[in-house]
């Protein structure tokens, strides 16, 4: 079974530049999400969807984060404008659903250096 | 807001010995409490679960340790290996009314020496 895809893997770019990830789930999980992990940190959730609807969107600062899953596959997470704190893992997970006991499989993570 | 406290930051432990991680939390609404392993380069990737219901759980080397009364679980990995070095994160997991939204604590780095 082919693991959760991530790209790009590293990107770097310079303050107020945009940038975007992309991800591709497990096949048949309905539920995507996106974390951030900073240097030393746990991994803190952005977003969460369910198929193509968002869960919690809570902690994603909505002035310069956006995130899609058109068509309830596919997602890409979008900065715009990216700051210098933006640097981090950020990393895809997937799970058949959303029950607290569907285990969350990760993608490798795309790391951002933001200059 | 740090609802999942993890120690320590970083742990050495020689090959054959036993690994201890510990983690606190706050909100009793949590349900689940996921361990992860986490190498360089890597996603983190499930070890072992526990229930709040289940004090102890183990899947061979791996033993989780749940205390419900004190808000408190812990990782043990007996008998070390030189492989198992690598990050370690506790989890805990709200009910599924909250679509199993997931809380992470800071990672513990193991070394285990041979």
């Known amino acids: 079974e082919a693991g959760v895809a991530q790209s790009p893997r590293y990107k770097i770019i310079e303050k107020r530049q945009s940038v975007a990830f992309w991800c591709n789930p497990i096949s048949g999980h309905a539920t995507l999400y996106w974390y951030q992990q900073i240097l030393g940190q746990g991994p803190k959730l952005l977003i969460q969807?369910?198929?193509?609807?968002?869960?919690?969107d809570s902690q994603l600062p909505k002035d310069r984060f956006s995130a899609e899953r058109l068509k309830g596959v596919d997602s890409t997470l979008k900065i715009q404008p990216a700051k210098l704190e933006d640097s981090a893992v950020y990393l895809c997970?997937?799970?058949?659903?959303?029950?607290?006991?569907?285990?969350?499989?990760f993608g490798p993570g795309t790391r951002l250096t933001v200059l | 807001q740090q609802q999942v406290k993890q120690s320590p930051q970083s742990l050495i432990v020689q090959k054959g010995g036993i690994s201890i991680i510990n983690c606190a939390y706050e909100?009793?609404?949590?349900?689940?409490f996921p361990w992860y392993q986490q190498f360089p380069g890597k996603g983190p990737a499930l070890l072992i679960a526990?229930?709040?219901?289940?004090s102890e759980k183990k899947e061979g080397r791996f033993t989780i340790s749940f205390n419900k009364s004190a808000k408190q679980f812990s990782l043990h990995i007996m008998d070390s290996q030189p492989g198992d070095s690598a990050t370690y994160f506790c989890a805990a997991t709200l009910g599924n009314t909250n679509a199993g939204k997931s809380t992470f604590g800071d990672g513990t780095t193991l070394t285990v020496k041979p």
């Open positions: 969807f369910q198929n193509n609807g968002v869960v919690d």
């Open positions: 526990i229930r709040p219901d289940v």
């Open positions: 909100n009793t609404a949590f349900d689940y």
């Open positions: 997970a997937s799970s058949l659903g959303q029950l607290a006991r569907n285990e969350q499989f």
